[in-house]
């Protein structure tokens, strides 16, 4: 964020009708990857300053995700370095070269952004870890919404002192109709990585106690 010094005030910020890329980033601590998915998906509509001839005052343009994401990437992205399926947008025919500086973003997008996609990923986090995706152990793994709601309520009850639990309130948990936890997990082979059987009680299950760990740091 820009920053200026008043003399005889403190530290203001202004307020712009745009900013930086980078300095709206900061301010929301994202990771450079999921910066990256929402901007390549178009879930964040960027901008770059369009100079008018004839001495005119430059405009704000948009620009499409597939291209901000290759600048993200690659720190820079010019007509000739575009993909063969990617038209060059105007803009770009214009200033030959976009940088990760010239990314701009407009406050309304900022502030939409802000009450939407942020304010849902905080919800999300407020009640726990994200199961959907995840990374443990050098392995990734992509979770549905229901089998995630299963892994919460795993964690939970570890965190609550009571690891172990029974299918049944597992899939309750989970509103699964399935009748076996084998069945919910179909979809995903490498689930019992991280949800173990308990030891002399059938039909009981655990989350894997490092995960356990590892998530709540």
């Given at each position: 964020?820009h920053?200026?010094w008043?003399?005889?005030?403190?530290?203001i910020?202004l307020?712009?009708?745009?900013?930086?890329?980078?300095?709206?980033?900061?301010?929301?601590?994202?990771a450079?990857a999921?910066l990256r998915?929402?901007i390549?998906n178009?879930?964040?509509r960027?901008?770059v300053?369009q100079?008018?001839g004839d001495g005119?005052?430059a405009?704000l343009?948009e620009?499409?995700g597939?291209?901000a994401?290759l600048v993200?990437r690659h720190g820079?992205c010019?007509?000739?370095t575009?993909?063969?399926?990617?038209?060059?947008?105007a803009?770009?025919r214009?200033?030959?070269?976009?940088?990760v500086?010239?990314l701009?973003?407009?406050?309304?997008?900022?502030?939409?952004?802000?009450?939407s996609?942020?304010?849902?990923?905080?919800?999300?986090?407020?009640?726990?870890?994200?199961f959907?995706?995840?990374?443990f152990?050098?392995?990734a793994y992509?979770?549905?919404?229901?089998?995630?709601?299963?892994?919460?309520?795993?964690f939970?009850?570890?965190?609550?002192g009571?690891?172990?639990?029974?299918?049944?309130?597992?899939?309750?948990?989970?509103s699964s109709?399935?009748l076996?936890l084998?069945?919910?997990f179909s979809t995903?082979?490498?689930?019992?990585?991280?949800?173990?059987?308990?030891?002399g009680?059938?039909?009981?299950y655990v989350?894997n106690?490092?995960?356990v760990v590892?998530?709540t740091?």
């Amino acid at each position: 964020m820009h920053e200026h010094w008043v003399w005889g005030f403190e530290m203001i910020r202004l307020q712009k009708s745009y900013y930086e890329l980078g300095e709206v980033a900061q301010d929301w601590g994202l990771a450079g990857a999921d910066l990256r998915y929402l901007i390549a998906n178009d879930l964040i509509r960027l901008c770059v300053r369009q100079p008018y001839g004839d001495g005119q005052a430059a405009r704000l343009v948009e620009i499409a995700g597939d291209v901000a994401g290759l600048v993200l990437r690659h720190g820079q992205c010019s007509v000739d370095t575009l993909p063969g399926h990617v038209m060059a947008p105007a803009v770009l025919r214009a200033l030959s070269v976009i940088t990760v500086d010239d990314l701009l973003i407009r406050q309304s997008e900022r502030t939409r952004v802000e009450k939407s996609i942020l304010n849902d990923a905080r919800q999300i986090a407020s009640q726990g870890p994200d199961f959907r995706r995840f990374e443990f152990e050098s392995v990734a793994y992509d979770f549905t919404d229901m089998q995630a709601s299963a892994l919460q309520f795993l964690f939970r009850a570890a965190r609550a002192g009571e690891p172990e639990q029974h299918y049944h309130d597992i899939l309750r948990a989970a509103s699964s109709s399935s009748l076996k936890l084998a069945h919910l997990f179909s979809t995903r082979r490498t689930w019992t990585q991280i949800v173990h059987r308990s030891k002399g009680r059938r039909g009981w299950y655990v989350l894997n106690p490092p995960l356990v760990v590892a998530m709540t740091r």
